[in-house]
């Protein structure tokens, strides 16, 4: 090994209480569109180790974030060559992003509890460990502010003071000074420094942070950098101050009074001509030649404690979801004002006829009027149970579609790092959900199905039977909301229109417009998954089926209508030979009509629609198998 190498074994040394993370050939490449395979890491080798602060250059697009999500494990597709670490044990890394990821509706000591407690399983003192974070990161000053009130250089000291909770060995920040005036980038730097200073139970942390344009100052606190070209090959790697030493060696000299981070970086972006960088760049390959990779591999190995997991996560859901000032009022008054309108519009007698014969038979009126007139009402009160069914749906779906986004970025994050395990947080997010979503629609659908007139006054059951089924409608939409939001997580607006969109091939197939049996056999298989369907189905059945015929209390019981008195051979001459009354629609409807002038007597609704009392159990069985399919997609 030559005396003036960058690399060697002597450079990254470690002893018991320090380790080093040692990267050999690293290329990461990605599938393109045009040229089928882009390499954006184009193999480098490199170090970082513990008691260090290292701070990673390039210009713009050079590949730095790719690079630190390769180190911290979050890209492995299309990774290449080997990153391996000096130490068996297991050490806790901490990234944090570009984007802080806040949530605004937590203070910044409310979000520190939290993550203490998400993140440390031993049972230590959250209190003591909270305060300590505050003071290590100076964020007294806005300690009780909620994070949307804090300035951007305590955000990003609010996000590193998230992860120091449950004191990381290596801390990797992607551009962690970026926003920030000379000022707070200075104190930013200083405090990193300190951290790597100071041990974590006997271990010194290490800090790696990619960084944009530093003064010269700020360069030289640095204990080692990294700088990438362009093209996303390593130029040098030391420290700041004998980097203008090794560029001269090359017949790179930095000008009297120049930066020479600026400098570098004008060698990175071909500036001074491609050659440059170019031949840095195979030094720095002849270099890592002598680099020693260690024996062990970083593996992310996180241990949770799932009980506390999900009681912390709960709480914090609960929280934040009454703490939103506008989705719980929004959703609420949405809810109570759409039963407003739903009540003014369908009137309280709505649900009073039942489509028996009793409704037909009225002594002296004309049949066919009758007939005609129960049939309207009862179709008008069957949209309306399809309105409340998909007001049920839409209310339930679009809260998660316009809420989700945001959280999932969060719930990414700390999932990344290990605060809690997907199964944790899918289980708080399902326990405080299930509180909402069997709340509010409650707000619709009881009010609703006692001012439209539905028929429960000797009868509860069927009551009960109708918000169960509307119940598991809301919970499968929010399922439906999960996935979509999740596959969607960087376009809400894509998943708002999804959403939006799905609801008229639901409508359209859930037997509203046509009933089911009536559709084209593709049309008619595809509604299995249309949960609309079994919601409208279930429902009118609670409402109508079941022998309503016999317990309906509206008027006394009349005998079997006879048709042959009720229309004679010359009426139905007549009927048909009309040119004003529909033939068809009249046969139709008395062929429906007699079927039911039986013991077996059900309402009109029933037979039209082509409802069976099973059909309730179905659609209650069909929406809880829909439900488990669509949570263990949310999974
Ligand atoms: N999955 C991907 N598919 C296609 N191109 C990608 C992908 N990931 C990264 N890139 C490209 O790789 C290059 C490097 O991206 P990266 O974000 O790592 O750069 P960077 O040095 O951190 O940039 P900046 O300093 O501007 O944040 C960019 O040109 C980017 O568009």
Partial sequence: MSSNNIYGTNGINVNDQSF?????????????????????????????????ITAILGPSGCGKSSLLNCLAGIKKKGVFGSISISTRKKLKIAVIGQEDHLDPRLTVREALNYASRLKNLENIDHKHNIEITIKRLDIESCADVRAKRCSGGQRKRVSIALELVSRPNILILDEPTSGLDVATTWQLINTLLDLTQQSQKGQPMAVVATIHQPSGKLFNLFHSVYIMSYDGQCIYQGTPQSM?????????KCPKFHNPSDYILEVASKEHGIGKPML????????????????????PHFKYNTTSDIWTLSKRTFVLSYRDIWMLPLRSAAHLATVGLLVGFWGPESGKLSGCPDNFVVDGADFVKTFEE???????????????????????????LLTFPAEMHTFLKEYRNGWYSIYSYYMAKVLVDVFWQLTIPLLLIIPAFVGTGQYWETERWRFYYFIGICLL???????????????LMNSPT???????????????????MIPVKDMPNGFRHSTWGNF?????????????????????PIGPKKAPIDWGSLITEQQMTAILASDHINADA??????????????????????????????????????????????????
């Fill in 20 to 52: 080093a993370v040692v990267w050999k050939d690293l290329s990461y490449r990605v599938k393109h569109r045009i040229i089928k395979e882009k390499t954006i890491i184009n193999g480098i080798s490199g170090y970082f180790r513990s008691g260090q």
């Fill in 244 to 252: 203008v030493n090794f560029m001269a060696q090359y017949g790179m």
């Fill in 280 to 299: 840095l760049a195979s030094i720095m390959k002849i270099e890592a030649l002598d680099l020693i990779a260690h024996p062990y591999k970083i593996t």
């Fill in 374 to 400: 129960v049939g309207d009402k009862l179709n008008e009160n069957f949209g309306c149970i399809c309105f409340i069914v998909m007001f049920t749906w839409f209310g339930a779906i679009f809260a998660v």
């Fill in 473 to 487: 409608l809301a919970l499968s939409s929010t399922s439906m909301g999960l996935i979509v939001s999740a596959y």
């Fill in 494 to 512: 894509a998943a708002a229109f999804l959403g939006i969109i799905t609801a008229f091939p639901l409508f359209l197939f859930s037997g509203f």
């Fill in 532 to 552: 609309v369907r079994f919601a409208l189905e279930g429902t009118t059945t609670a409402i109508y089926g079941f022998n309503r015929c016999r317990s309906d």
């Fill in 586 to 635: 009249l046969m139709n409807t008395m062929s429906l009509f007699s079927g039911q002038v039986s013991d077996e007597a059900q309402s009109v609704i029933m037979t039209k629609m082509d409802y069976h009392d099973d059909d309730m159990y179905r659609a209650i069985a069909m929406l809880m198998l829909i439900l488990v399919v669509l949570k263990v997609g949310t999974e």
